[in-house]
């Protein structure tokens, strides 16, 4: 059993920058690919970006390469996830995942465990 635990969500106005933590406990965390996901109201939960179970490979929905980068220190089992440039469709509940596969990191399948979720709000 993994759980996670989101921070660092929160208001900010547009172009501006937040980082999302997400901290991981129970089984070994440097075994698991990690992945962020974000639901708007009435959406579907959708993929915003992952990382590898080393960090060595990261990927990105398109609409977020540039500006938002994810990365892991396994040492303190958390992953982050650095957003800048926000927008107010950026805003969301962000969700961290955790999954023991190193593929097809873009779908919810993969992942075997969630968080509860950080709300991030985006002003005009």
């Known amino acids: 059993q993994v759980q996670l635990v989101e921070s660092g969500g929160g208001l900010v106005q547009a172009g501006g920058s937040l980082r999302l933590s997400c901290a991981a406990s129970?089984?070994?965390?440097?075994?698991?690919?990690m992945g962020w996901f974000r639901q708007a109201p009435g959406k579907e939960r959708e993929f915003v970006a992952a990382i590898s179970w080393s960090g060595g490979r990261r990927y990105y929905a398109d609409s977020e390469k540039g500006r938002f980068t994810i990365s892991r220190d396994n040492a303190k089992n958390t992953v982050y996830l650095q957003m800048n440039s926000l927008k107010p469709e950026d805003t969301a509940v962000y969700y961290c995942a955790a999954g023991p596969l190193d593929s097809g990191l873009g779908s919810k399948t993969t992942y075997d465990y969630w968080g509860q979720g950080t709300q991030v709000t985006v002003s005009s």
């Open positions: 129970g089984r070994t965390f440097s075994r698991y690919a």
